[in-house]
């Protein structure tokens, strides 16, 4: 039996305050994880580029000059360094509106990829409780977390593309590695966590010299060559693995997504509870005996 609509609604209204609750809780959570998170990122960059030189190019890197490899030290530090601050920048309020057509609500959490942020514009908290003014529910606070984790993955994307055009500037990457090639490298997936080199890429390139003896991408043309590139691929899942504030950060994360997940259901039943009894209302205001 659906209860009446006065009780379903002060349901709905109470669920609402838990959103908001769990709203300031979740900035909170993601505002400790992004600053350990940038961190991690700002030293496992640096040791991601260190093999790079190293290991991967080390004749390459010998070649440089002094002078020459200082400057690329810097450029690569300033990155590290403006890596961190795009990160935090990433945290905004969780609002009240939500992209049409989305319900993140069924699938999990977004962890890569995306293109931009949300509107910011979110009602104060003295408002949320007027009806004329958008709330904040469940799906939208679910919203607003999927697009937070698509900024983040984006942003290790940039960056590891700005670390690679760097080191292929400098002489450290081979200069004839096509531009799409470079930028879809920075967005591959993973292999196993925990194996090998973390946030390293290794790619064979199938190659041919052209009429002036340079090495360029090809698949049809003749003769071909493996050219073997190792750059740099930051990657969020191991990035947790080997940072233990990180992960600790990512775990209190998961457990407030917990909490939203359950809000959620229920959230979706008392609506569903809320257009029976509407309904049963409008049928039994409409109805009469003959």
Aim: include cysteine; aromatic fraction near 4%; charge should be negative.
């Amino acid at each position: 039996m659906v209860a009446s609509l006065a009780q379903i609604e002060q349901d709905l209204a109470a669920i609402h305050q838990s959103v908001v609750q769990l709203s300031e809780d979740l900035q909170a959570a993601y505002g400790d994880y992004l600053n350990v998170l940038g961190a991690a990122v700002q030293q496992q960059l640096i040791m991601a580029c260190y093999s790079v030189c190293t290991e991967g190019y080390p004749e390459r890197f010998l070649a440089l000059s002094f002078g020459q490899r200082q400057e690329l030290q810097r450029i690569l530090r300033q990155i590290a360094n403006q890596t961190r601050e795009e990160l935090l920048a990433q945290l905004y309020p969780p609002t009240a509106e939500v992209e049409p057509g989305v319900d993140p609500l069924l699938a999990e959490p977004a962890v890569e990829g995306a293109e931009g942020q949300a509107d910011t514009t979110i009602a104060p908290a003295s408002q949320v409780q007027d009806k004329k003014q958008p709330r904040l529910d469940p799906p939208r606070l679910a919203q607003w977390q999927h697009s937070l984790e698509q900024a983040i993955a984006t942003e290790l994307q940039t960056v590891s593309y700005a670390v690679n055009r760097t080191l292929q500037q400098a002489g450290v990457l081979p200069g004839n590695l096509p531009e799409p090639l470079l930028e879809a490298a920075t967005k591959a997936e993973s292999g196993e966590v925990g194996s090998g080199k973390p946030n390293l890429l290794n790619l064979l390139v199938e190659t041919r010299k052209d009429s002036e003896g340079e090495g360029s991408a090809s698949e049809d043309s003749k003769p071909h060559n493996l050219l073997h590139i190792i750059a740099v691929n930051l990657r969020l899942a191991e990035i947790e693995f080997a940072d233990v504030a990180v992960g600790t950060a990512r775990n209190r994360i998961r457990q407030l997504l917990a909490q939203l997940r359950n809000l959620g259901r229920d959230y979706q039943k008392k609506q569903r509870e809320r257009a029976i009894a509407e309904a049963q209302a409008a049928w039994r205001a409409g109805w009469y005996d003959e």
